[in-house]
């Protein structure tokens, strides 16, 4: 199973920017998908992420500005990110909890993508 993350970019202050997370391989169910960031000099942190029923979290520094989603069908999960902050620079990573085909239990992680917001 892999995870391919996209739409990380440029952006002033208090812009919007969406990433995108999809997974792929042989995946027979995925349960929880999420959104990590790692800023310079910092450690990963969560940023937020959904369960396979629906349910979500947010660090308290993104609450109200940032919303995830996910399309079961495409195993695809969203990160919408708006009103951002030049302290929401850094490379953010999606993740996984997945069920292969094989039914043995992987957490994934993407490649990660550099958000970047200038002042």
């Known amino acids: 199973v892999q995870l391919q993350a996209s739409g990380g970019g440029l952006v002033q202050a208090g812009g919007s920017l969406r990433l995108s997370c999809a997974a792929s391989?042989?995946?027979?169910?995925?349960?929880?998908m999420g959104w990590y960031r790692q800023a310079p000099g910092k450690e990963r942190e969560l940023v937020a992420l959904t369960t396979d029923g629906g349910s979500t979290k947010f660090a308290d520094s993104v609450k109200g500005r940032f919303t995830i989603s996910r399309d079961n069908a495409k195993n695809t999960v969203y990160l919408q990110m708006n009103s951002l902050k030049p302290e929401d620079t850094a490379v953010y990573y999606c993740n996984a909890d997945t069920w292969g085909e094989d039914l043995r239990y992987r957490e994934v992680w993407g490649q990660g993508t550099l958000v970047t917001v200038s002042s």
């Open positions: 391989g042989s995946i027979f169910s995925i349960n929880t």
